[in-house]
């Protein structure tokens, strides 16, 4: 399809949705909407835990609400008057208080805090969660190995309410690493009860029913249709939310979701398009709040494990194909920050994300291309999360185009969003149009994902090399013990590579955007780019 029919479409789908978007409420549910948040959004979970084997994004957000952790963030105000989180300011959650030694911290937990069966919560379930994000492997035990957080011989229980972590090494990211999703505290009796020989760990229990001591519980989940929370009302963890109840309703119309939020029938909607979230600005009839997201980039990768993109020379005909600008004015309306076009693939600081040295120059991309030995061309395909098209298809179709004129015939091919982290963990995919954030905001954990040789998940092309290993792992061992000039040598080193070898061609830094009923406050931006309820109020 070529981009001038795409956009036709788009806009034709999105002018009749406001005619035919769905009504979400009936005048009988009036008054308990006054304490309902309804929220929409193009794609759901596929997975209420965040343990569970390939739990997409969206179920991120279920975890982080019916769950607590030990540490959350302290928040910030942003130049533009938004919250965020602060990245260097731990809080209390579910411990009220902790000290930090050197090969060791201690947490108190609070005595008060249960489980939404009313069962309490005790240092044994600490441990137990622990034990079981550093044991079911994935996703999970790769994001607790980030902090260093790798044996259950490492999580100690002192009594039932003292639990201690003795530190394998020392790791500025061990910390902040317990303030992400991953190691919420669950109740492990009732999961040990729906636990069996062949899944020891309950995770096909807490697929669809949750199982923590968070604000929030899931009172209801029909997946692909809708998540029905209920504020658990003796929550411990913080100040009790001002909304009893959560609806968040999955349509996949980006212009029924416009249409709704423009209607005032539903609160909040994500994953509009960027042109959408302009022009609801520009209108004034929501608020619009656009946040950059912290150590994020949209990219294209292309497999090097496999030919032909195991050739350098034809990564970098492809670097100098993309038509950068074109997606920054046609795809993103400039909702982002551009990462190319700097004088050269030199890192000039420790600053992650930062641009690289490619532009759009198709005759130096068709030089390339013969040096690889592809003159006569290539036949591929170029994937993407359609849990994400709104975004992704737009710039897929640009880069498309593009590479038909160097010679490159790639086919298009759209990935369920249910399926797509399954996929992307195949490592099959030729090329693919992605986005990735690390939760930490730092560039050694950005590498550790992505380029480390270790291959997790999200080193979605499968890149290996000692060198850039050694490299990441030297600058986290500099930062654990505040050797900043082997940190600063080590960083440089790993981005310069990354450019010159260019694995993934990073293509911009995006916004979160989030469209909201002018009534709604409390809104805060996460790492995890989700949406945190316990904050939100309607007024």
């Not at 609160?267 to 960027?274: E, G, H, I, Q, T």
Request: net charge neutral; aromatic share 12%; with cysteine.
């Amino acid at each position: 399809m070529k981009r001038r029919d795409f956009l036709k479409s788009m806009t034709a789908v999105a002018a009749g949705s406001v005619l035919s978007a769905p009504a979400v409420w009936s005048p009988a549910k009036a008054q308990a909407r006054k304490e309902t948040l309804l929220l929409v959004t193009e794609n759901g979970p596929n997975n209420l835990d965040i343990h569970g084997v390939g739990t997409n994004r969206p179920g991120y957000e279920a975890s982080w609400n019916c769950y607590d952790r030990l540490l959350s963030h302290a928040k910030k105000t942003l130049p533009d008057g938004s919250a965020s989180y602060d990245r260097d300011k731990l809080t209390p959650e579910l411990a009220e208080d902790w000290t930090t030694g050197d090969m060791s911290a201690t947490f108190k937990l609070r005595k008060d805090a249960t489980f939404h069966d009313g069962t309490p919560v005790t240092a044994k379930d600490v441990k137990w969660s622990f034990d079981r994000a550093v044991t079911v492997g994935g996703f999970p035990t790769v994001q607790m190995k980030a902090g260093s957080l790798e044996k259950p011989e490492q999580f100690v229980v002192d009594d039932d309410h003292t639990f201690r972590i003795d530190f394998l090494r020392k790791d500025r990211l061990t910390m902040p690493d317990l303030a992400v999703i991953v190691p919420g505290i669950y109740n492990s009796a009732l999961i040990k009860k729906n636990a069996s020989e062949k899944d020891p760990w309950g995770l096909e229990y807490t697929k669809s029913n949750s199982a923590g001591s968070g604000a929030y519980r899931v009172a209801s989940w029909k997946p692909g249709v809708e998540v029905v929370y209920e504020r658990f009302e003796n929550w411990k963890g913080g100040p009790l939310p001002k909304l009893k109840r959560i609806v968040w309703r999955t349509i996949p119309s980006a212009g029924n979701r416009r249409a709704l939020m423009e209607r005032g029938d539903a609160d909040v909607s994500f994953d509009l398009p960027a042109k959408d979230f302009a022009e609801l600005r520009s209108e004034g009839k929501v608020n619009v709040v656009s946040t950059p997201i912290g150590n994020g980039i949209y990219y294209l990768g292309m497999n090097v494990k496999n030919p032909p993109f195991d050739n350098e020379k034809l990564r970098q005909a492809v670097a100098y194909a993309v038509p950068y600008q074109k997606i920054m004015d046609a795809a993103m309306f400039k909702l982002a920050k551009p990462m190319f076009g700097a004088a050269s693939n030199q890192a000039q600081s420790l600053e992650w994300p930062q641009p690289h040295g490619y532009d759009t120059d198709l005759n130096k991309a068709k030089a390339l291309m013969a040096e690889a030995g592809f003159g006569e061309g290539i036949d591929t395909t170029l994937s993407f999360d359609l849990g994400q098209g709104v975004v992704s298809e737009p710039i897929a179709i640009l880069i498309q185009e593009n590479l038909k004129q160097i010679g490159i015939n790639a086919t298009i091919n759209k990935v369920p969003g249910a399926n797509w982290r399954s996929e992307m963990a195949k490592k099959s995919l030729p090329m693919m149009v992605n986005f990735f954030s690390g939760w930490l905001d730092y560039p050694e954990y950005f590498f550790f994902w992505c380029y480390h040789g270790q291959n997790a998940i999200f080193n979605t092309m499968s890149y290996v090399d000692p060198d850039m290993t050694a490299m990441i792992d030297g600058a986290r061992k500099a930062a654990g013990e505040g050797d900043w000039k082997t940190y600063d040598k080590d960083v440089k080193g790993f981005v310069t590579k990354a450019f010159n070898e260019v694995p993934r061609i990073p293509l911009f830094q995006p916004y979160l955007n989030v469209a909201l009923q002018k009534n709604i406050g409390g809104y805060c931006y996460w790492f995890h780019r989700q949406l945190d309820y316990r904050s939100l109020s309607k007024a």
